[in-house]
């Protein structure tokens, strides 16, 4: 079964072949070369017994660079490369080559505290879509969920695997999913009832870490952010199953479900002052750290972005004597300083808040790229590029909504468009998608009884 569905957008094609054109030689005559040597060279490339002699290992090392959408198209070529998937040598192989991609996946539905006592009736009966976005080429794809239960939401993403958690107050059910080839782990529930807290997630090839913060159950009418659990393996055989705890910091209001892991700290927004709170993997220790311009932010949002904790906020004081923009700042390695290393260009902001129009507006970044998506009109978003400085608005999805198929997709000369998602309020992370997670073996040999799924 295909696992991509790809939107109608004209692609570039990105080899250059050399065309017969006109020349003009030493003489200063025109001529033009002659079209049956150039058909000939063609022929001699494309010539199948040379194609058909290259060595299995070589053409398996070239597949394992494909992205994935490519992979799956190749897959229908021949009977040796749809078994691809299911060889143990090419994943291997996979693992060791497969760059890694900043992508990103989006979801339609939108978490609030009122799912959890709705029990998400809303969402009954309907299969959850997620919709890839390649912000290389400025792509979609629509991934299909089917085999999550329903009463899951996506919450968290890392190493190629989603992270699911049930919505249902209590303990909190997870589920690690790989969409491309749908693969579920189940995780063991936590210790503690809880009602919507934040999650974080962190996936290398050799270990998994987890997190659950705050919304301990004290009562159905009382909700306190209390405590931590951690969820820990690693391939030298050491693992800590939810039964490593700490306490959060005193007066802290962070935003539930959002947390951004950075060097072995995961961070979370604390709200009234603004602030930032660090959960210390290592040491199972809470910290805060105190927010730049704290009193004049607006919608701040907290990103990972080349290896860096990145703060994407808008400014805004009356009486400042700078005009509102919309800054980001890097966490220094000290831990505790900021340092502002890019700035919104003023036209592109005045566009940007009107409209935007102070509904306020959500981030999601993941290596070089960054997504900012206005809020209850997340029809329009901006993508920035860290590399190249450039700021550019984001084509439509066109698996979401009513969207005009005649819109052109083009690339970064499409700057001044802003595109439409379509009905539904798009929330996501950043998506690495890959075909195998190592991780996923450590987790097999858990021999904990895990709670079955309805």
């Known amino acids: 079964m295909e696992a991509f569905h790809h939107a109608p957008i004209s692609f570039h094609f990105p080899y250059a072949f050399p065309i017969p054109t006109p020349t003009t030689n030493f003489l200063g005559t ?21 194609w058909s002699r290259l060595p299995h290992r070589l ?10 959408p490519a992979f799956f198209r190749a897959r229908a070529v021949c009977k040796r490369f749809y078994g691809l998937l299911y060889s143990s040598h090419f994943l291997e192989l996979y693992l060791q080559l497969s760059p890694q991609r900043h992508w990103f996946i989006f979801f339609k539905q939108k978490i609030t505290r009122n799912n959890i006592y709705k029990n998400n009736s809303t969402n009954a009966g309907s299969s959850v879509e997620g919709y890839l976005f390649d912000p290389d080429n400025l792509s979609w794809y629509r991934l299909s969920f089917a085999l999550i239960p329903q ?8 190493g190629g695997l989603i992270c699911f958690v049930s919505d249902e107050a209590g303990s909190k059910n997870i589920l690690l999913f790989n969409p491309l080839v749908g693969s579920i782990i189940p995780l063991p529930p936590t210790l503690r009832p809880r009602l919507f807290p934040s999650i974080g997630l962190t996936i290398t090839n050799s270990s998994i870490d987890l997190a659950v913060a705050g919304d301990d159950l004290i009562s159905p ?3 306190k ?15 800590s199953i939810w039964g490593t705890t700490s306490s959060l910091p005193r007066l802290c209001s962070f935003e539930s479900g959002k947390m951004v892991h950075v060097q072995g700290r995961f961070y979370c927004m604390n709200f009234s002052p603004f602030s930032v709170l660090s959960y210390d993997i290592g040491t199972n220790n809470w910290c805060k750290i105190q927010a730049p311009m704290r009193r004049f932010l607006r919608s701040p949002s907290l990103v990972e972005g080349n290896g860096r904790l990145v703060l994407v906020a808008a400014v805004e004081k009356s009486k400042l004597n700078v005009p509102r923009s919309l800054r980001l700042w890097v966490l220094q390695d000290c831990g505790t300083m900021w340092v502002e290393i890019e700035r919104m260009p003023q036209q592109l902001y005045v566009q940007f808040a009107e409209l935007e129009n102070g509904q306020g507006f959500s981030c999601v970044g993941h290596g070089e790229f960054v997504v900012i998506m206005i809020k209850n009109n997340s029809d329009k978003a901006l993508l920035f590029d860290f590399c190249k400085k450039r700021w550019l608005w984001i084509p439509p999805c066109p698996f979401v909504g009513n969207n005009n198929n005649n819109i052109d997709y083009g690339g970064s000369s499409n700057n001044n468009y802003c595109g439409e998602f379509g009905g539904g309020e798009l929330h996501g992370f950043g998506y690495d998608p890959r075909l195998a997670a190592p991780i996923g073996a450590l987790l097999d040999q858990l021999t904990l009884p895990f709670q079955s799924f309805n």
């Open 151 to 158: 009463g899951f939401s996506p919450v968290s993403s890392s």
């Open 30 to 50: 025109t001529t033009t070369p002659n079209s049956s040597s150039f058909n000939g060279i063609i022929n001699t490339w494309m010539d199948s017994r040379i």
């Open 59 to 68: 053409i398996d090392r070239i597949i394992a660079f494909l992205p994935p």
């Open 221 to 223: 009418y009382a909700v």
């Open 225 to 239: 952010n209390l405590t931590t659990e951690s969820f820990h393996i690693d391939g030298n055989g050491f693992y």
